[in-house]
């Protein structure tokens, strides 16, 4: 009898541990185990008992998770597919094979980031940072990648209502991004910033920048930049300096000399209130080398379409751009734009 009841006990708890983990999208490498955590006291057991014996996986319940976590191993973490699973901050630090999946960063008051990643190889997949205010000055941002260097694909996502900007990355990083839409991010969709002599590479498929302010998208240093089949629309204008800005792409680096260094095809920019794209030369490029094709530039509040500036612009350069509303007015600027090129305090 015994022995009966004690078959009986398990058959019943790893029937209600399958019925409980078909609430997510497990990954293969999770072997259908995961350490579920429902609440913020089992979230951080499950971070450090996860990989130990049990699985390198962890499962978030519904409800918003207050802990302060940090990920430095390789490890899952996965939400529910019914988009209940909030988190309020994370930070990944030299860790590998990190993947993040089905949860949320919502209705956030924060001196940082919500997610902040550092010397990591990390993929997100459908994770949504949205409502994220700024607690400094540096403060609510989405996703700052900083530190060492790192690989970190981002797809199927998006990042929201954030007062600072959506995506800032600093250092000489390999950054994908894949489906994502980024819109009314206070200052910046996707901001790039490298001081390093090393080179870093920013590739966007698929995307949507959206009603962000001042610029959709900046560079500055030495990162390369791959655009491809996206839509940067409705830039807002913003006082920076007593300027007025208000640009689709800014990017200002040495690289520009080099071929393929900008490289945007099947793309449209639109309704911007000064310039579509900047190429700022840094007074160090003779040549601007940047590739186009099936570019379409056009707004009914801008200025300019496509400003090549401190270097000269290949002959070849503008050939494919099938749609330049501003292309008399290009060559008539007396001077060049202001750029914002600070580079920002990372927390």
Known sequence: ???????????????????????????EECGGKCEIADDTNSFYDALVNSAAAFSNCVCLGSGVFEADARVGKSLKIIGRKD????????????ARDVFLHDFSFKGLFLSSAALSISGSSVEIDNVSFSDISAASVSGGRGIVISGNASEVVIKNSKIEKTDGTGILINGAHKVSLENVALSQCGFAGVWVQNKSMKSGLLSVENSTFAGNGAVALEILGDTVLKISDSVVSDI????????????????????????NSVVVSNTSI?????????????????????????????SDRGSFGLVVQNGIENSALREGIV????????????????IIDDFFEIQ
């Open 83 to 94: 988009g209940s699973s909030y988190l309020k901050n994370l930070v990944v630090s030299d």
């Open 1 to 27: 009898m015994r022995v009966f009841c004690f078959v009986a006990v398990i058959v019943l708890f790893c029937s209600c541990s399958q019925k409980g983990l078909a609430e997510y999208d497990l990954p």
């Open 236 to 259: 807002k204008k913003r006082e920076m300096m007593l300027e007025s800005v208000g640009d689709g792409i800014v990017v200002k680096n040495r690289l520009l000399s080099e071929k």
């Open 323 to 338: 749609l330049n509303d501003f292309s008399s007015s290009d060559g008539k600027l007396d001077e060049a734009l202001f």
């Open 270 to 298: 639109e309704n911007f209130t000064r310039a579509g794209i900047i190429l700022d030369g840094n007074e160090s490029v003779s040549q601007v080398k940047a590739s186009f094709s099936n570019l379409s530039i056009s």
